[in-house]
């Protein structure tokens, strides 16, 4: 898969997910969530994600940091 394929991909399927929650009713977010033996909000899960997806977009922008100054 192209870098571009797999942003467009990793976009389109943010999107989705963010129409979906919008959807949602304000009342579902403090229900509970059962993965494995943890317990957890549909907003601390949905936080998770945000922090998750955070420290790959900061890898990324590291790794191209280092990059670019190798071109230089």
């Excluded at 979906?20 to 909000?41: D, R």
């Excluded at 994600?49 to 590291?62: K, T, V």
């Amino acid at each position: 898969m192209s870098k571009e394929l797999g942003i467009q991909k990793f976009t389109e399927t943010r999107l989705i997910l963010v129409n979906e929650i919008s959807k949602m009713p304000v009342s579902e977010f403090n229900k509970e969530l059962y993965i494995g033996a943890s317990v957890l909000t549909v907003t601390e899960y949905f936080k998770g994600l945000i922090e998750h997806d955070l420290h790959h977009f900061q890898q990324i922008d590291n790794s191209l940091k280092k990059f670019n100054k190798k071109q230089i």
